[in-house]
C-alpha cells in the first residue's frame, strides 16, 4: 500500500529553502549610525523617563563588534531595576527597534537589554560597584595612549 505524500504538489523542498532565505533580518541585527543613534535617543530619554540613576553612554565603535553604544544605569531596588528595564524594552519596541534580549530580569540584581546597536545594563548600586564594567569600557585603547 502507498501512502499519500502530505505535502502539496509544487511544494519541493529547494522551494521553501528558497522562500526562508527570503526572510529580512529583525531591525535588532540591522545596524547603521542614524539607527544607532535613533537607538541610542530611545534608550537615554526611556532611562530618563524611568528615573535611572547615574546613566553613563559608552561609545565602544571600534572596541567592540558587540555593538556601536553601551549604556550603564542603576536603579534603587530589584524593583526599580525590574521596572527601568520592562520600560525601556518597551520603548524600543515601539520605537520600531524590534524586540532586544533580555537576561537577568528575573532576578533584577543586573538586567542586560541587548538591541543590536545599543546595549544596556541596569544594575543595582551595590552590584555596579562591584563589577565596574564601565571603568574597562572607558578605558582607552592601547594604541590611542600608552598608560605607565
Known sequence: MRRACSCRKGKTLRTALRKKAEI????????????????????????DDSKAENIISIDIQGKSSLGDYMVVASGRSNRHVSAVADHLIKALKDAGLGLPRVEGLANADWVLIDSGD???????????????????????????????
Open 118 to 148: 545599543v546595549i544596556v545594563h541596569v544594575f543595582r548600586p551595590e552590584v555596579r560597584e562591584f563589577y565596574n564594567i564601565e571603568k574597562m569600557w572607558q578605558a582607552p585603547d592601547l594604541e590611542d595612549e600608552t598608560l605607565h
Open 24 to 47: 529580512k533580518p529583525s531591525p535588532a541585527g540591522i545596524s547603521g549610525n542614524a539607527d544607532a543613534s535613533r537607538a541610542l535617543e530611545t534608550v537615554l530619554a526611556s532611562l
